[in-house]
C-alpha cells in the first residue's frame, strides 16, 4: 500500500465547482475575488482565519461561508468581509422570481371595453371594465 503525503490546510478555492469567492466592497457591491492576482484566494481565506477567532483554518472558513455566513477578513473596515456565492442558486431564484412574476401578470385583469391591463378595475356583469372607461 503506498502511502500518500498529508494535503496542507490551505484549498484552493477553484476546486469548489459551483460557489465563488466574493470580497465586499466599500459601496456594498459584491465583487469576485480576483483570478489575475496570484493566490488572491489563499490571501482572502488567510485574513479570514486571521480576523475570525472561531475559525482557524481555510476548511473550517470554506465550510463556514457554505452555510451563509459573511466571514470579515480586516478589523479596520465595516465592509472588509468575504462569502461563497453560489451563482446556480441565485439563478435558480431568478428563475423562480421570473417564473412568479409572469403569473401575476397574467393574472392582471383586462378591460373588455379598451383592453387595457392598466389602472383601477370594476367587475360588472358583463366582465371587468376599467375606471377610465367608466
Known amino acids: 500500500m503506498e502511502r500518500t ?16 469567492l466574493q470580497q465586499m466592497l466599500s459601496t456594498g457591491d459584491w465583487v ?12 482572502f481565506l488567510d485574513m479570514c482565519v486571521e480576523y475570525n477567532a472561531d475559525i482557524s483554518t ?3 472558513a470554506i ?3 457554505h452555510t451563509g455566513r459573511e466571514l ?6 465595516w465592509y472588509s468581509k468575504c462569502r461563497l456565492f453560489d451563482a ?4 435558480r431564484k431568478m428563475i423562480e422570481y421570473d417564473k412568479q412574476q409572469e403569473k401575476l401578470e397574467s393574472e392582471k ?3 373588455t371595453c379598451c383592453g ?8 360588472i356583469a358583463s366582465g371587468s371594465v376599467c375606471d377610465d372607461c367608466i
Do not use: L, Y
Request: charged letters at 40%.
Open 88 to 91: 446556480a442558486e441565485h439563478k
Open 58 to 60: 481555510h476548511d473550517e
Open 5 to 20: 503525503e498529508n494535503k496542507t490546510d490551505k484549498i484552493e478555492i477553484s476546486d469548489i465547482v459551483v460557489k465563488s
Open 116 to 123: 387595457s391591463r392598466d389602472g383601477m378595475f370594476t367587475t
Open 32 to 43: 469576485d475575488v480576483s483570478e489575475d492576482e496570484p493566490n488572491s484566494e489563499n490571501r
Open 72 to 77: 470579515r477578513n480586516d478589523a479596520s473596515d
Open 109 to 111: 385583469k383586462t378591460c
Open 63 to 65: 465550510a463556514a461561508m
